[in-house]
């Protein structure tokens, strides 16, 4: 069969253009190095424990809930997800004390009125000048949106009235919460909460994350609320997996692309690991940037003053992971969500000082077997100086420390409670997810640059994922499937498929 677009790589952005673009008739071929679909977000099962390897925070998720880019995508493939929904949504752990943390936008300033009350105040002044970003966005669906000039007339024919909305609000479209912040919270203990829920969302504390993005995050989950997949990570992987194949795309593990043919700056084919090569005019690149740039293509692809600029975006780093199976006797009143910043002393973003826990099988006890947990707990950890050596398993046990002691403040017995403890490392992490460095994604700070988008230098050659525009974590990663997928069909291909 001939095609019309191979795609690399089965994540969340690589999976959206595919079955998108499946939807739209073409025909598509995804190639998946790993054994199981979905990068940062498979799951993956030992011992009758489903575990997620990454993602378990998530919004809106079923349908007409939200405003959520992915589950766009999953109306239009036909699919649906069912969830769970949950609030409080998860639990801070400060040093001086803990916070349940609630998704609906009321009850949230509440529980931080009881800590302070000013604070309170200033985090509503916070929220309501953040609130017109989100209210003129969330008129514009990203399923209809695209990444080339034909953007415009779609949006001055079908959006006007919320981009009219946006107008007197576009230095804030462009700048850092951190300046929000600057300009309403003084309280220092609302500063650092506002400082973790974008370290959370981005990798970067408040002044480098950009004002849309904690307007989303904010607005949409109160609006929303949060839900667990039943199924897990996983059960998204297998509902865009399915939309793909329910389109006539394929899906094809196992098949890691050694190297993207090039000729006259062109794209002619790829070139399996196995030796295959499979030609077709246009290839996705779901790889991150830099494996894209450094390993699938060679130096003289591409111009090099571009190639250079691209390869020296900063990077976040990776992570030691904990995925444990534990006895669940006694631990009926558990929740699922926790956030554990050590000492107040260090830097949230320090690695190790913020830890993540997550325990899904709260919301879907179908994930451990019965009279247990499955959890899954991770912190950032820099790629630098990790090697298979002699010492390799006493470093595991060192650096995982923390995940532990985090975990102490959830559930204090928990070392007497494991039947299964998997630990990872940057390298397991860089290995299972092929991504450079392990890195959870680039760190390009708010008014220090922004996200490449879907296009290259290269005629054929797209990108998608947490490299390109809008940028980490799911939904943006599915948003970046559809800009890219709809920039590769004429606009009235879009606006038959949503009937506008
Ligand atoms: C620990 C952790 C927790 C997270 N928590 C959340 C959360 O709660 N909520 C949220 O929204 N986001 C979360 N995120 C972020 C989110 O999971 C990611 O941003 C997103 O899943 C990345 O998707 P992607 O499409 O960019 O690519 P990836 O998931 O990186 O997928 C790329 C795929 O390409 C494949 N590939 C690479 N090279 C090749 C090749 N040469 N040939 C063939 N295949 C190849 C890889 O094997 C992989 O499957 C989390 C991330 C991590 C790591």
Not at 66 to 81: A, K, M, R, T
Not at 290 to 306: F, G
């Amino acid at each position: 069969m001939s095609l019309d677009i191979i795609v690399i790589g089965s994540g969340i952005g690589g999976l959206t253009a595919g079955a998108l673009l499946a939807r739209y008739g073409k025909r598509v071929l995804v190639c998946e190095s790993h054994a199981i679909a979905g990068g940062a977000a498979h799951s993956f099962s030992r011992q009758g424990f489903h575990f997620d390897s990454g993602p378990s925070f998530y919004c809106g998720l079923t349908p007409g809930s939200g405003l959520n880019p992915l589950q766009q995508v999953l109306e239009v493939l036909g699919e649906s997800l069912q969830a769970v929904p949950y609030d409080p949504m998860g639990h801070y752990h400060f040093p001086e004390g803990t916070f349940p943390v609630y998704s609906n936008a009321e009850r949230y300033r509440q529980a931080v009125a009881e800590i302070t009350p000013q604070g309170a105040r200033e985090l509503e002044q916070f929220e309501k000048r953040l609130l017109p970003l989100y209210e003129s966005l969330r008129g514009i669906p990203t399923i209809a949106l695209r990444a080339d000039w034909q953007m415009i007339p779609v949006i001055l024919g079908q959006y006007l009235p919320s981009v009219l909305k946006l107008l007197p609000h576009l230095r804030i479209l462009q700048g850092s919460v951190g300046d929000v912040m600057d300009r309403e919270v003084r309280d220092p203990w609302v500063r650092r909460l506002i400082d973790l829920e974008c370290f959370l969302l981005s990798g970067l504390k408040a002044h480098g994350t950009i004002a849309p993005e904690v307007a989303f995050m904010l607005w949409e989950r109160s609006r929303a609320g949060v839900e667990y997949p039943i199924g897990g990570s996983g059960a998204i992987v297998d509902a865009l997996v399915r939309g793909l194949k329910r389109w006539g795309g394929e899906l094809k593990l196992n098949a890691h692309v050694e190297q993207i043919l090039i000729q006259s700056s062109k794209v002619k084919g790829v070139k399996l690991k196995n030796g295959e090569v499979i030609n077709t005019p246009v290839v996705i690149s779901n790889a991150t940037l830099w494996d894209t740039y450094t390993k699938l293509l060679r130096p003289e692809d591409l111009p090099p003053s571009y190639r250079q600029q691209s390869l020296e975006t900063p990077a976040v780093d990776s992570f030691m992971h904990l995925h444990l199976g534990i006895r669940a006797e006694g631990l009926e009143n558990l929740t699922g969500h926790h956030v554990v910043v050590h000492h107040a002393s260090k830097d949230i973003t320090e690695p190790g000082n913020t830890c993540m826990i997550s325990i899904p099988s709260v919301w879907d006890a179908n994930l451990a077997p019965g009279g247990h947990h499955v959890v899954h707990a991770y912190t950032l950890e820099p790629y630098e100086g990790w090697r298979r050596d002699e010492g390799y398993e006493e470093r595991k046990k060192e650096r995982s420390q923390s995940l532990f002691c985090a975990l102490e403040r959830v559930i204090p017995d928990i070392r007497d409670r494991f039947v299964l403890e998997l630990i990872g490392t940057p390298l397991t992490h860089a290995y299972y997810l092929r991504r450079y460095q392990g890195t959870y994604g680039p760190a390009i700070a708010a008014g220090k640059g922004i996200f490449p988008g879907t296009q290259t230098p290269i005629s054929g050659l797209y990108r998608v994922g947490d490299s390109t525009m809008p940028g980490i974590g799911v939904p943006a990663v599915a948003a970046s499937g559809i800009l890219c997928a709809n920039t590769l069909v004429p606009p009235k291909e879009t606006a038959k498929l949503l009937k506008i």
